[in-house]
């Protein structure tokens, strides 16, 4: 009879521990994965300074946090380009993402679309001027310098340029005086317009109403002389691996809201929105298009 730490031995319990390894490794992704959900981690596209993106998302993480049951970290990123690379490489679960950097992380890595506001489905840009341009309507921006938000806004830069070239035959990269500049965020391009560095710029029109309401700049040197027709804009966006119960979660963390609480009111007002309805992946496709045909995305 062997003795269980003979030489005879070792090689069943070698082949044993092989297979057990075997028989666990279609398992591993799916144990880190459970692993990994035990934090959410949510990011979205600087579009504001960094102060106001901080008030809005604390109300909004602890709701989340309170919902889903797991520890929920906000990963702020640098620039638009950064949120899209953190959803693509699972840095991030979630980002709040414009209409255009969705179509860019979908078309990167896969994203697929949650949830949206409801304000999302016919959202709108404006023109605003310095008011000493003497501009009063966008036909007679040719020539005056201006200012887009981010090069991968939706409705600081994509929209704002596929509108003056299609309602106002206006090339952004010929017509101007200069180069357009990049402002880098909505509430940066009024302060662009207001302090005389360009002539007009475009911008998000919930950040320029919201400006407005808060007299944040000197209006008597910017006004607004055109709001340009709907489009899709912002989405909470999922990576593309994350379980489908995690998704349908954190849905429901948005689409449960209700106005008539003084909490998840708080929430919303902060969201700058009514409700949240879901988002599908063809709400997105005129974006693409328009995306591809001002050689924005490749």
Same mark, same amino acid.
């Given at each position: ?8 031995? /070792? ?24 692993? %990994?959900?035990? +934090?959410? /981690? ?9 102060? !106001?993106?901080?008030? #809005? ?9 309170? =919902? ?8 702020? +990123? ?9 959803? $693509?490489?699972? #840095? ?6 414009? @209409?255009?950097?969705?179509? &860019? ?41 201006? $200012?887009? *938000? ?5 409705? @600081?830069?994509?929209?704002?340029? =596929?509108?003056?070239?299609? /309602?106002?035959?206006?090339? %952004?990269?010929?017509?101007?005086? @200069? %180069?357009?500049?990049?402002? @880098?965020? =909505?509430?940066?391009? +009024?302060?662009?317009? !207001? ?5 007009? *710029?475009?911008?998000?029109?919930? +950040? ?7 007299? #944040?700049?000197?209006?008597? #040197? ?15 966006? %999922? ?25 998840? &009111? ?15 992946? !063809? ?16």
């Amino acid at each position: 009879m062997s003795h269980p730490s003979s030489p005879s031995v /070792r090689p069943r319990r070698t082949t044993l521990a092989a297979l057990a390894a075997l028989a666990l490794a279609p398992l591993l992704p799916a144990i880190a994965q459970a692993q %990994a959900q035990d +934090v959410i /981690r949510v990011s979205g596209i600087p579009d504001e300074n960094p102060t !106001e993106l901080a008030r #809005k998302y604390q109300p909004l993480i602890d709701h989340l946090q309170k =919902h889903l049951g797991v520890k929920v970290v906000y990963v702020p +990123v640098i620039d638009y380009g950064a949120a899209v690379s953190a959803l $693509a490489a699972g #840095k991030v679960d979630f980002a709040w993402l414009g @209409g255009f950097t969705f179509v &860019q992380a979908r078309v990167l890595a896969g994203a697929r679309p949650v949830v949206m506001r409801d304000i999302d489905r016919e959202f709108h840009s404006v023109f605003i001027v310095n008011t000493a341009s003497g501009i009063s309507k966008p036909e007679e921006l040719r020539g005056k310098s201006f $200012a887009f *938000g981010a090069k991968s806004s939706t409705s @600081g830069h994509l929209f704002p340029r =596929h509108f003056l070239s299609t /309602r106002f035959h206006i090339d %952004a990269d010929k017509d101007f005086a @200069g %180069a357009p500049i990049y402002s @880098g965020a =909505h509430d940066a391009t +009024v302060k662009m317009v !207001e302090s005389g560095k360009v002539q007009a *710029g475009a911008l998000n029109i919930e +950040v320029w109403n919201r400006l407005v309401a808060g007299d #944040k700049f000197d209006k008597t #040197k910017v006004k607004a002389i055109w709001t340009t027709p709907a489009f899709v804009d912002y989405v909470w966006a %999922a990576r593309k691996d994350l379980p489908p119960a995690t998704v349908q979660k954190f849905a429901n963390a948005f689409m449960t809201l209700e106005a008539s609480d003084p909490a998840d &009111q708080a929430v919303m007002a902060l969201q700058g929105a009514k409700r949240f309805v879901p988002a599908k992946g !063809e709400d997105f496709d005129v974006i693409e298009q328009v995306g591809r045909s001002t050689g924005l995305l490749k």
